[in-house]
């Protein structure tokens, strides 16, 4: 049985300035404030400049996270960063982030897990710290989505946004044996004969450009309800948790839809979820660590309480983790 626990000691967030309403997209393109809220739950989202890399998000992101956990960039020994928009092909965002914050030689590396790029990367550092290599990690979702996206399908531009979410994992000694801290236990999967479902349709190695996102919206609704479901009830059961001793659902924030979906299949009351999609948009691998920033900071989540994570993207992946902040 371990001796550590990994817990959440810093949480921290950056949004770039640029906000953008629905009412700002339909004087450009063919739409409308009700068409998308009622399709997504979405009122605004924020867009990155265009000299805003996405190590600049990240970067922002993680020195909030770090001020919350007392650390300086010293005492970090991992950096992951899970992205589908990385600063170039190679080599990867968590070095410059790694400069960026003078964060002195260790380990850095990214993930691409789409928009559960995040739990993939929380449970590869849960992994390092549980078996002794590291004692804190920086675990980032960041992306610049606004980079790739045509602004001439309506029925996708408008769901996505640009923004980075991080926390900081520490390895800590048990405080009592009756109830564990940090990360209790995690879930990932994925099923790439579902891939055509959500991607981008270019690469390095295939077109030679960045190409542009193109989803089946009915069924990647189908199985983000189907799968974010699942993985929560995985997460629960091998942690023997009741779902009633649930605090806080932090899904990802892909359509307030599936997010209602959700919490109805799992018998979760709405004011147990954070929503941050009205404000945010979709902001893929980045959402989670947003909306956990946000219900911290905001006085909702507060330390005891049990939150369970969940998000399903591109791939398909999907996973979950079950946390007692």
Not at 149 to 166: K, N, P, Q, S, Y
Not at 202 to 209: A, C, E, F, K
Request: contains cysteine; proline residues 3%.
């Amino acid at each position: 049985m371990t001796t550590i626990e990994t817990v959440i000691s810093g949480a921290g967030s950056y949004l770039p300035e640029n906000v953008v309403t629905n009412d700002d997209l339909a004087r450009k393109i063919d739409t409308s404030d009700e068409w998308i809220r009622s399709r997504s739950g979405i009122g605004q989202r924020h867009l990155a400049a265009d000299d805003e890399a996405c190590s600049d998000l990240a970067s922002k992101a993680a020195w909030h996270a770090l001020d919350q956990a007392g650390l300086k960039p010293r005492d970090i020994g991992l950096i992951i960063v899970a992205t589908v928009t990385p600063d170039k092909t190679f080599p990867s965002t968590a070095v410059f982030v790694q400069e960026k914050l003078g964060v002195p030689p260790g380990i850095a590396f990214d993930v691409s897990a789409a928009c559960a790029g995040f739990l993939y990367a929380m449970n590869i550092a849960h992994d390092f710290i549980q078996s002794g290599q590291v004692k804190h990690a920086l675990v980032i979702g960041a992306e610049k989505l606004s980079c790739f996206l045509d602004w001439e399908d309506r029925a996708t531009c408008v769901l996505f946004g640009d923004g980075a979410g991080a926390v900081v994992l520490s390895g800590e000694d048990p405080l009592t044996a009756r109830r564990p801290r940090g990360v209790l236990s995690t879930y990932l999967s994925a099923d790439g004969r579902l891939a055509d479902h959500l991607y981008a349709d270019g690469g390095p190695s295939t077109t030679g450009t960045v190409g542009k996102v193109r989803m089946n919206g009915k069924e990647v609704f189908r199985n983000a309800v189907e799968q974010i479901s699942n993985a929560v009830f995985e997460v629960t059961e091998r942690a023997k948790v009741g779902r009633h001793e649930i605090d806080w659902f932090v899904p990802h924030q892909a359509n307030i839809r599936i997010i209602q979906s959700c919490a109805k299949k799992l018998d979760l009351n709405e004011d147990k979820v954070i929503v941050t999609i009205d404000r945010h948009a979709n902001t893929s691998s980045a959402s989670i660590p947003l909306a956990l920033d946000a219900g911290i900071r905001d006085g909702r989540i507060t330390r005891g309480q049990l939150l369970v994570f969940a998000a399903l993207g591109g791939g398909l992946a999907w996973g979950s983790a079950l946390v007692r902040y």
